[in-house]
């Protein structure tokens, strides 16, 4: 085993503390992730990120559900500067945050949690002064604000394995969503120009 070195234990305990201070900052400063795209992206006018001619990709994996509106209202400001930029944006739902496809009867009808979920009025305000609408077209939940970035082209997909985890059915989810097997999320990984992980 000559080359072959283990760590010792507090080399170890190193790393597992730089870990959680990493967990722990992207936990209590959630709009950091938005505010890194958004520099990232540029500010100022909108350029073509195209105009080589090739499409450029911006992938958002989200991996888990928000823990307030708030905090999910900084994706949809993340999608619409980067469709500004020119670049065609996918979301990819994968792991607990799958749960957004399943549809369930909560007003009667066939909804998802994301339906239950309002857009903060703050919010609406942005995003609607963003996309040039007035503020009473604007969607005033999180699903309907999903549905309104898919028709600006936006491709929302989720991981078919792991909706079946949480017994999500094709029948069960939302058809806004396209189901999507491992081998088909590593290609969107690795065709994505930018990636940016909630």
């Known amino acids: 085993m000559a080359g072959c070195r283990i760590p010792d234990r507090a080399q170890v305990e190193l790393a597992r503390q730089r870990k959680r201070q990493r967990g722990v900052m992207m936990r209590r400063f959630p709009g950091m992730a938005v505010w890194f795209t958004l520099c990232l992206l540029g500010a100022g006018p909108a350029t073509d990120v ?13 991996r888990s559900l928000p823990d ?17 930029k020119g670049y065609a944006v996918s979301i990819l739902f994968d792991g607990h945050a799958v749960k957004v496809s399943r549809l369930g009867s ?5 909804t998802t949690i994301l339906d239950r979920m309002p857009v903060p009025e ?31 082209g936006v491709t929302l997909y989720v991981n078919r394995e792991a909706m079946a985890s949480y017994a999500i059915t094709s029948e069960k989810a939302d058809n806004v969503f396209t189901p999507v097997q491992p081998d088909q999320m590593v290609n969107l990984f690795g065709s994505a120009d930018v990636y940016v992980a909630y």
């Not at 105009?51 to 989200?62: D, M, Q």
């Not at 919010?123 to 309104?148: I, T, W």
């Open 122 to 152: 703050s919010s609406r305000k942005v995003l609607a002064e963003k996309v040039g609408v007035s503020l009473s077209s604007f969607p005033d939940n999180h699903g309907d604000l999903l549905r309104f970035l898919r028709g600006r």
């Open 50 to 62: 195209n105009a080589g001619g090739e499409t450029r990709t911006f992938l958002i994996h989200i």
């Open 68 to 84: 307030s509106q708030e905090q999910f209202s900084g994706i949809p400001l993340t999608v619409l500067a980067a469709l500004d």
């Open 106 to 110: 909560w007003y009667g009808g066939d």
